[in-house]
């Protein structure tokens, strides 16, 4: 059974905020939340991952909600470049296999 | 981080012929895995390979369909046996970083057309 739930796809205007919700509402206590992007026929590409906390790096930010059952990744100013499927992925931290869902197909539109 | 090297990047292939795909890591890492991504969908796990044992094979993937072979620890292989056209995919290596396993490096995979 897949562990999360994202929407299939999503426009955001270049510039503006792209915001992608993630659902996973069976996770565990000591199950992170990562996220990965694919861009065309690249290999997936590591983003940024949570525990409970909100994270920020270069790329994006992560916010979790507080009972864990949802998240938003934020990517603060879109880029075409930014143009790819977005992955959420919960997993614990223990080599935990990487499981990926269907993802969400985001356009970054001029 | 990990930098990985696929080999080939791409092949054409006629059915009932096999391919070996080569996956080499610029650093030992304990273990590597292999995904395949069918045209239009999301990333498959198709097995984790440890050195010095059998790689485990996820449900709907066996091993006389894809033998793996892991003899060192910066180096595998995906074979693809017997292909037909429903084998046309892009089948990718992936490992954790040498230092972590938080983040997760992919190749660049191959992409294998079957004809």
């Known amino acids: 059974d897949a562990k999360t739930t994202q929407p299939p796809s999503m426009d955001c205007a270049e510039g503006r905020a792209a915001n992608l919700p993630c659902n996973h509402s069976?996770?565990?206590?000591?199950?992170?939340v990562y996220w990965y992007r694919q861009i065309h026929s690249q290999g997936p590409q590591y983003i940024i991952h949570g525990l409970k906390n909100n994270e920020t790096n270069e790329m994006a930010s992560l916010i979790i909600t507080e009972d864990r059952k949802s998240s938003t990744l934020i990517l603060p100013h879109a880029t075409l470049r930014d143009t790819a499927v977005y992955y959420c992925?919960?997993?614990?931290?223990?080599?935990?296999?990487?499981?990926f869902g269907p993802g969400t197909s985001l356009s970054v539109i001029p | 981080s990990a930098v990985i090297s696929q080999k080939p990047s791409r092949d054409i292939c006629q059915r009932g012929t096999s391919l070996t795909i080569q996956c080499q890591v610029d650093s030992q890492v304990t273990m590597m895995f292999w995904y395949r991504q069918q045209p239009g969908q999301s990333l498959t796990l198709i097995a984790t390979?440890?050195?010095?044992?059998?790689?485990?094979?996820e449900s709907g993937f066996v091993i006389d369909k894809f033998p793996i072979s892991r003899p060192n620890l910066t180096f595998s292989t995906l074979t693809v046996s017997n292909m037909s056209p429903e084998d046309s995919s892009i089948y990718l290596c992936?490992?954790?970083?040498?230092?972590?396993?938080?983040?997760?490096?992919f190749g660049q995979g191959t992409r294998l057309t079957v004809v």
């Open positions: 390979a440890n050195q010095g044992s059998e790689a485990t094979y």
């Open positions: 992936s490992v954790f970083g040498r230092d972590s396993n938080t983040e997760a490096f």
């Open positions: 069976t996770i565990s206590g000591n199950e992170y």
């Open positions: 992925i919960v997993r614990a931290t223990s080599y935990d296999k990487v499981i």
